[in-house]
């Protein structure tokens, strides 16, 4: 009984370290909807993106419904541009990270993962991608779905979104773009050949 007592204890104390120092500070620039510009670094919160100017700064809390957009360099000094957008009347924002930009056609992805046990103990993790697109005459990106094996209703949506570029349906159908590849190939395609 003791020793399930303190590995409930040490459980309980990790979970609480991680929740306070889980996610670090990163380089980031913040646009807002204003059109003001701020440089420094931050990280996201439920509420909004707490963010400092400088590491001595003292944070500050800016709600996503004023940004306009966030452009972050992590640790390989690559950088990922995020929106944020509510959907269905919901009152939290949804983190979409913009990974094709194009004047036609923009591709976003929200991504989570996903941790399990199984018997004897055995984790494993996979990583969720959900698809968005978004068109310029569209208010915000539009849910595209995510890649399921069983029932596919990527494609489903993917082949009515797309109506207006004949050719990329017929690639569809004939499986040179699959679903299971996700949408890069599709989208790059329609910003080449599609469009307007």
Known sequence: MRIFLILLFLTFSTTTVIGQF????????????????LNGEGKFKNKGYKFKENEMAKPETIAYEDIDYLSITDGNLDKRVYRFYQF??????????????GEKLELYVYQYNINSSGAGGISFGQTVTKFYLKKPEDDKPVYMGLYEPVANQLKVRVLEYFQDCPSLIEKVENKDFRMRDGLWQIVEYYNETCGH
């Open 88 to 101: 269905n009347g919901r009152k939290k924002y949804l983190k979409l990270e913009l990974v094709i930009p």
């Open 22 to 37: 889980g996610d670090p500070y990163r380089r980031a620039k913040v646009v807002l909807k204003s059109g003001e510009q």
